[in-house]
């Protein structure tokens, strides 16, 4: 039993967000890098992208501990794997999950062909979820009590969320000056499924007295909140996927979000860009429960028996002390906010591609170095990322960029994209963590995106 409570969370914690797109991010000549800033140096004359094959990515991290780590066939018992990984991590390790699949997208140039304005709009399901090692909770899952005594166990471990949710969203970016692009985006975010227990307290701890006598001492105050279940739950008896399909096309609890973005060239072949990405809330209202466990209880005495179903005056005590209880109060939960800037220095002899899927002051140059800095806000501390770029026009129709990224989850992330346009038909590749491919299995982190897309480029003369 207690083997399966130890499992149990680690399944818990695998089955859980590093967003960071840094491959995609100011890779302009691939449309979705407008999601990563709406202030994006673009130039089409406008766009759509394939449904459901424009925009598909995924992003899984552990800063703690590989799956190999858990699941070699090396012929050590897995229960010393387990122990392995539970003390070579600290509360503050992560594991992580960001999927994203686009529906629909497309953008498209306002007035004339010498306009400077841009609208942009689409539609994306996204899986985003997060949990921090709960450490404590699975020492005691694994050894008890017994020989911890007078160690202060922290409840506060358990730290998590998890969200299903579709958004739509319709931008628009303006070249004011020669030097200067400015860009925001609004969203409506619907959440389909949304777990979260992000700020959780207390402690347990015993102390031995005399004569076999134990001081034990629990006090909690956990809160796990959800919505998008309770239907599905008790007696249901609908058609699950129609249910999901309605949540979809904004059913679910409901949002609203802000991206903004700005692009400026010091000089002509000088650029900086910024950005922060999901300014927003969602309001949960429909479909909502709560568990709360709360209380305090002091046990004085022999060891005591805390098993389900076993008939004791000490479980029906500590019950009482720490009831859960079940809550159907409306809550709030806030987007991660993603912040981008980067920096960046193009270079080589000028040429004029046949198409100016880029910015004017892009285009010139076939050659572009650059740093970028990556940040997004969790339930503790931010998650950070520092990369290093270099971008080359190999032909017209061929772009690649290449990556080295520090983080929490690696500090050898070296990462590839590349983007064609046959034709009018775009296609992009883009994958980090390249070393990690020869045995996945023991990557801390690994991501790729993909996409298709029609493009019709920009106009330089009328027609």
Known sequence: MRKFRLILIFLVSISCFSQNKQILYNFNSVPQSMLTNPGSDVNYNWFVGFPLLSGISTNVGSSGFSVYDLFANNGVDFNV???????????????????????????????????????SFGMYQELDVLTYMPKDYAILALDGNEDYLGKVFDMSDLNARGELLSVFHLGYHKKVSEKLILGARGKIYSSIFNVSSTKNSGYFY??????????????????????????????????????????????????????????????ENLQFTASLIDIGFISHTKEIKSYRLKGYYNYVGLTPDFVLGNSNDILDEFSEAIPLDSLHTKYTTWRPLKFNSSIQYSFGDGR?????????????????VGAQLFAMSTPRTPLMALTAFYRRQIFDSLEMKATYTVDSFSAKNIGLGLSTTLGKVNFYLLADNLLEYRDISKANSLSFQLGLNIIFPNKNTPD
Do not use: H
Request: overall charge neutral; charged content about 20%.
């Open 206 to 267: 015993t102390i031995q007295g005399t004569n076999t006598i134990y001081d034990q001492v629990i006090s909690a105050n956990a809160l796990v909140n959800t919505s998008g279940f309770t239907n599905y739950i008790d007696n249901y008896s609908g058609n699950a996927k129609s249910d999901i399909m309605k949540k979809t096309l904004f059913g679910g609890n409901l949002g609203l979000g802000l991206d903004l973005g700005l692009t400026y060239y010091p000089k």
């Open 352 to 368: 004029s591609s046949d198409c100016n899927c880029k910015g004017n002051n892009e285009n010139k140059y076939p050659n572009s």
């Open 81 to 119: 794997k387990l122990r392995n990984v539970v003390f070579s991590t600290s509360r503050n390790d992560k594991v992580s999950l960001n999927e994203q699949l686009e529906i629909f997208s497309g953008g498209f140039k306002l007035g004339d062909w010498q306009s400077n304005s841009y609208i």
